[in-house]
């Protein structure tokens, strides 16, 4: 099942610079797209999300991007933190209420201080 | 902060043996799920549950799968014979329904199947 795919493994920043995550998925039935972070020993914890009929969302450090033409989003965060450090997912639904998730591998995210 | 609850956070059982995973999902969510991640791989959907019953699941969740909501605070996910390929940690989620809000998952049940 490869609809969500992260391709970079691993990410490593300095504080202060932006971290670029990026996503690719093939469904164009994928409407609702969301990023979620994750430390050890936790569950996944909800970041931010699009909508497809937008092409960009922030809410403080973090925006998300969508190039809808070329199925491809990205996740900005700037400035980095060392707080940041965690690996971070991405994923989508085709429907809104109570849709099915589907993730990507997941990036793991480190910013050094 | 409501938290969706997880127990246990660990459980190790024999092959063939039935566990239960237990969540309390937060109180006025209406949608909940089970996912699961094998150690290495990605987070899968398993099932969702919605109005006192199943609204979607995944070629994962066969019969030896099920799920229950057995009064108004938990949800529980059964798996009647345990395979080693079961093993891997399994996240509980619920959700307002809003796709906007996302899903607050807990934190696991590591399953290790010996």
């Known amino acids: 099942d490869q609809q969500v795919k992260q391709n970079s493994p691993s990410l490593s920043v300095q504080e202060g610079r932006i971290s670029i995550l990026n996503c690719d998925y093939t469904n164009s039935m994928f409407d609702y797209f969301l990023w979620y972070k994750k430390y050890p020993a936790e569950g996944p914890t909800f970041l931010i999300s699009i909508s497809s009929i937008k092409d960009k969302n922030e809410d403080g450090r973090f925006t998300v991007f969508l190039n809808k033409s070329a199925k491809h989003l990205s996740l900005h965060i700037v400035p980095s933190q060392p707080g940041d450090s965690a690996v971070y997912f991405c994923a989508a639904s085709e429907e809104t209420s109570g849709s099915r998730l589907t993730f990507g591998e997941g990036t793991q995210l480190t910013v050094n201080p | 902060e409501p938290e969706v609850t997880q127990t246990p956070s660990h459980q190790v059982t024999q092959m063939g043996q039935e566990v239960i995973l237990r969540c309390v999902p937060i109180?006025?969510?209406?949608?909940f799920y089970w996912y699961r991640q094998i150690l290495g791989q990605k987070v899968e959907f398993l099932v969702s549950?919605?109005?006192?019953?199943?609204?979607?699941k995944s070629e994962i969740f066969d019969d030896q799968f099920s799920v229950e909501r057995p009064d108004g605070s938990n949800f529980t996910l059964k798996i009647r014979s345990t395979k080693l390929e079961d093993s891997a940690m399994y996240f509980c989620a619920s959700s307002v329904g809003g796709w906007n809000y996302g899903y607050t998952f807990g934190s696991g049940t590591r399953l290790t199947v010996v």
């Open positions: 109180s006025n969510h209406l949608y």
């Open positions: 549950f919605y109005n006192n019953e199943i609204s979607e």
